[in-house]
Structure formats: structure tokens, C-alpha cells
């Protein structure tokens, strides 16, 4: 697994297809169910909708940690700035933190991205 972490359009999606090249199964998780290896984007927003149905998002990971082993995963860094006054916003910062730090613990290589230079955090 990679993870690729950072701010919006950051250059996250680009650095991963310069590594990797063109994707051919891309998983738009803010829409779609992970079902394949391949790239995961817009984790943050994937989690948020876990959130909303009710799931329990670590479980979810947790449940599919093997074909997660074989992806690139994207997400946007939600957590700086200033703390959300509405709870459902606070709680969805808080669980994405929660998945980010399972997911770098299970990845073989983290990455932030900067600008759209590449800080390695683990690999």
C-alpha cells in the first residue's frame, strides 16, 4: 500500500501516476465502494460518507486491509485550521485522522505532498 496525503490539488494524483503511470482502476471514493486494487482517491470524502450512513469507518478498512495492500490511496489533509463548530464536521476530521494513521501503520510507503514536492514519511 501507498498512501498519498495532503492538501487539496497539491499535486497528490500527479506524483502518483509519475511513480506509477495511468491508472487503470480508479476508485472515486466520495462515490464509489472499494472493490478492486488499484488507486483510491478522495479518501477523506469516502470516510465522510461512511460517517453519514453510519458505518463504522474502521471497520470498513479493517474488512478489506487485503486488497488495500495491493492500492495507492489518496487523501486530502482535513485537519489543519481552525476546529469545526459543527459536530458532525469535528467527528468527520476526527475519524479521517483515526483511518489515516491505521492506514500509514498498514502501508508500506507514506508520502506528503507539498506543493507538489514529495516528502517521504515511511519507506
Keep these: 500500500m501507498h498512501l498519498i496525503l495532503g492538501g487539496r490539488y ?29 488507486l483510491i ?5 469516502g470516510i465522510k460518507n461512511l460517517i453519514l450512513n453510519g458505518s463504522n469507518a474502521l471497520e470498513y478498512f479493517n474488512d478489506r486491509i487485503e486488497i ?9 489533509e482535513i485537519s489543519g485550521g481552525v476546529i469545526p463548530i459543527d459536530k458532525s464536521e469535528r467527528l468527520w476530521r476526527d475519524e479521517t485522522g483515526k483511518i489515516y494513521q491505521y492506514l500509514a501503520n498498514e502501508a508500506d510507503i507514506v508520502d506528503r505532498i507539498f506543493a507538489g514536492l514529495a516528502i517521504r514519511l515511511k519507506g
Excluded: Q, S, T
Design 10 to 38: 497539491m499535486g497528490k494524483r500527479i506524483y502518483a501516476e509519475k511513480l506509477y503511470g495511468k491508472f487503470e482502476d480508479v476508485c472515486n471514493f466520495e462515490f464509489d465502494e472499494i472493490k478492486v486494487p488499484g
Design 41 to 45: 482517491i478522495n479518501l477523506h470524502f
Design 68 to 76: 488495500l495492500k495491493h492500492c495507492v490511496i489518496i487523501g486530502d
